[in-house]
């Protein structure tokens, strides 16, 4: 059967399902990281050199703290981005990256033959699913190179030889300049070589040895691996940050991962035995339990199982791929504006953009104590005001992240903390405590700054 006899209705439910999470980035609003990923580009741009010391916040001005920038390249090209296009630019590519997600998994779940009505469920589960990546984060080139990954293990386990995917340690190299979390193409790489199926185990072997190294290329070599050993340790931020929490069981994008794996699970049991296809999805179990921000890895797994169950007609991928553009290109126009809506920079209902404009009029004194969720912001609005704290959670360790929200929630006496007692300056959220409890305390803090959102206290002398 050619694919233009597939059903209408097939082609319209697909298209709706791949332009559906896309709709999501069309919100006039950024991503609490992306402020701090924007000056670091810019720090590098205007240093030409990789950041050693820590040149953003007081940890690293005051007490020489070092840092990894392990996602350099993504943040230089977003920062090129930014200066060539302004806020528009940043809006365009939450929708591209939108696309390479939803695009590379879709197309990983049609390369194999599937029946449309089983098509038709998976994708639009999946669909939901994605809905929360639906953000500016470097996170969606991990997604497609883990996808890229999974298809090409997938293919020499299938009998391909292995020189067909020679090219495999390149996309390490990139990989490992623009996101942390390639090693989940080392697991991958691993579970190919317990379980080689049609494969040769040395020639995997030696695949994944030569990925493995191809990572160290990268301005800070091994150093990396220090990082994720912090990040896969860190026990503060899962309980602080809703993206690095377990998953919340009354949201319905879980519940369809969740589904997903099971109904994988049921497949995987009818069909013959495959040790790589059940050591993915114990892991993704794990990964997709354990945080958030992991479950597409869930969705990928299931789909790399439920993708092999037989059916009358192959559904190709180059249709899928028009549609992906013609939503991509949708999405595009409506970033700017020529369908009626625009973006705007920063919303003045998430960031404190007046406060830090009359700190810089005013030149007001550091250093500053701040709130974790503005910290990247300030980051960028205020380059010479190191900040207290900010999204890069592994820089600042369990014991960092826990005294600094324990301050701002009152449930710690603000006076025990070191960073606020020495701070000179302080932004601080209308809503959170410790806003009120320096309101009342004026021998020590003056209100130098007031709007709906947020009240700057300067020290008293």
Known sequence: MSTTARPVWFWIVICVAAAFPAGFTLFASFDQDTWWHLAVGRWIWSHEQFPVAEPFSRLGTEHGATWVAYSWLYELSLFGISEAFGPNGIA???S????????????????????AVPAVVILSTLAISLIPFMRERPWHFTVAFTVITLEAVGRVRDGTPIRRVSWLPL???????????????????????????????????ALAITCGLAT??????????????????????????????????????TWTVFGLMVWAGLVGVRQPRDG?????????????????????????????????????FSVRVRPLTVAM???MIFAMARAYGMLGYGPKAVPNSEYPLAAMAHIREKNLPRPLYNDFNWGG????????????????????????????FATWDGTDDWRTDKLLTSANLVIAPKDRVLAESLRNC????????????????????
């Not at 220090?226 to 809703?242: G, H, K, L, M, S």
């Not at 005001?385 to 820089?395: E, F, K, Q, S, W």
């Not at 004026?442 to 002398?461: H, K, L, Y």
């Open 92 to 94: 365009i590519v939450k």
């Open 96 to 115: 591209v990256f939108a696309a390479i997600t939803v695009g590379s998994i879709f197309a990983f779940a049609l390369r194999r033959e599937m029946a």
């Open 171 to 205: 996309l390490f190299i990139l990989w490992a300049n623009i996101h942390i979390q390639f090693v989940l193409g080392w697991l991958i790489l691993g579970m190919a070589v317990l379980f080689p199926g049609k494969g040769d185990r040395r020639n995997l072997f």
């Open 216 to 253: 160290f290329v990268n301005p800070y070599g091994p150093q990396l691996l220090q990082v994720i050993w912090e990040y896969a340790t860190q026990a503060a931020p899962r309980d602080f940050i809703n993206e690095l929490a377990p998953p919340e069981i009354t949201s319905v994008c």
């Open 276 to 312: 790589f296809k059940l050591g993915l999805l114990i892991v993704a179990i794990i990964l997709s339990t354990r945080m958030r921000r992991d479950t597409w890895f869930g969705v990928l797994a299931a789909v790399a199982i439920l993708r092999d169950v037989q059916a009358p």
């Open 325 to 327: 553009l013609v939503c």
């Open 377 to 404: 912001a300030i980051i960028w609005g205020l380059p010479n005001h190191p900040v207290a704290i900010d999204g890069r959670t592994n820089l600042y360790g369990n014991d960092g992240l826990r005294r600094a």
């Open 442 to 461: 004026p021998e020590m803090w003056a209100i130098a700054f007031e709007d709906d959102i947020s009240i700057v206290f300067t020290r008293v002398r």
